[in-house]
Each structure stands twice: as structure tokens, then as C-alpha cells.
């Protein structure tokens, strides 16, 4: 939230990002439910390496997988001022995003799952 409706809002909001108003309720609740399910998906996969880069090794193909419809997608169905400069905003967010959550849910899992 903080990324795009505080730090950058007026990009996105130029970019046409929000069409109406907002709904940090539903925001915030979708980011609850997608970070329980992968997080109980994690345990039943097997990594190798330090507990960093299992949580990694986790994270970051799932940022792939949600960067294609909420970057790319975006981009196809909306006119944005900047292809490009969306485009590296938003890949910029999801690596800060799934990196912080990788390395969190791998730490998680060392000191409560394993």
C-alpha cells in the first residue's frame, strides 16, 4: 500500500492504475489469503541450500507467476502514459516484495516449521 498510494501515487495514478476508489480492505485481505496459501504450500517442497536462498529459491518464482497478469496484463488492457516505466516500477516492487517475503518465510519455517 505504502508503495503505491503513498510513495507513488501520482504515478499511478497517471498510469491509470486505480479506477475509482481504492479498497484497502480488499487489498489487504487478497495479500492475507495469497501469502497463507503459499505459505502452507512451502513446508511440502524440498530446497536445498541455506534457509535465505530456500525462501528464495520459493519466492521468486512466484513473483514471476504473479508479475505476468498484474504487470504485463496491465499493460495490454490499459493505454499507460510509460509501458516502460511501469513496467519497471512495478518489476521493481515485486522483487522488494517476493525477496522480503522469501527470505521471511524461509526464516519462519527454521525457527517454527522445522
Not at 51 to 78: C, D, N
Not at 93 to 102: A, L, N
Amino acid at each position: 500500500m505504502v508503495w503505491h498510494v503513498v510513495v507513488f501515487e501520482e504515478q499511478y495514478q497517471a498510469f491509470g492504475y486505480f479506477e475509482g476508489e481504492p479498497s484497502f480492505i480488499l487489498g489487504l485481505l487478497s495479500i492475507i489469503i495469497q501469502g497463507f496459501v503459499f505459505s502452507l504450500l512451502y513446508p511440502h517442497l524440498t530446497f536445498k541450500g541455506s534457509v535465505v536462498a530456500r525462501g528464495l529459491e520459493y519466492s521468486l518464482p512466484i513473483a514471476l507467476f504473479f508479475w505476468t497478469p498484474h504487470v504485463m496484463a496491465f499493460v495490454m488492457k490499459q493505454i499507460a502514459i510509460s509501458a516502460a516505466v511501469f513496467i519497471a516500477m512495478q518489476s521493481q516492487y515485486s522483487v522488494m516484495q517476493f525477496t522480503i517475503y522469501g527470505v521471511l518465510i524461509g526464516l519462519i519455517y527454521k525457527i517454527y516449521g522445522e
